[in-house]
């Protein structure tokens, strides 16, 4: 019933930049809080940032100053400006969204690869 699709990774160099956009689809009420997460090669998923109804945003210490999240509520959609991009960053990042159907639930977004190497 509710699907989040990512899009907009990619292959680019270290000091660059790319914008993610996840569009939640479905038979929403509302949207609360929007997130984006990634799991590096070998690694375990991990919060990047997050975002709440209102606009509030929280990020990971490594991405800080460099990374901003945004929310479109018109159009029930999350974006992630990463800039600065180090070969760190390299990883498949995941949309996530708390979402009101008939009920409360988190929902994932099947993830879109970015990779950062010279």
């Known amino acids: 019933q509710v699907q989040l699709v990512e899009s907009g990774g990619g292959l680019v160099q270290p000091g660059g930049s790319l914008r993610l956009s996840c569009v939640v689809s479905?038979?929403?009420?509302?949207?609360?809080?929007m997130h984006w997460y990634r799991q590096p090669p070998g690694k375990q998923r991990e919060l990047v940032a997050s975002?709440?109804?209102?606009?509030?945003?929280n990020y990971a210490d490594s991405v800080k100053d460099r990374f901003t999240i945004s929310r479109d509520n018109a159009k029930n959609t999350v974006y992630l400006q990463m800039n600065s991009l180090k070969s760190e960053d390299t990883a498949v990042y995941y949309c996530?969204?708390?979402?009101?159907?008939?009920?409360?639930?988190?929902?994932w977004g099947q993830g879109t690869q970015v990779t950062v190497s010279s």
């Open positions: 996530n969204a708390e979402v009101l159907t008939y009920a409360i639930s988190n929902y």
């Open positions: 479905g038979s929403i009420v509302r949207i609360n809080s």
């Open positions: 975002i709440t109804r209102g606009g509030s945003t």
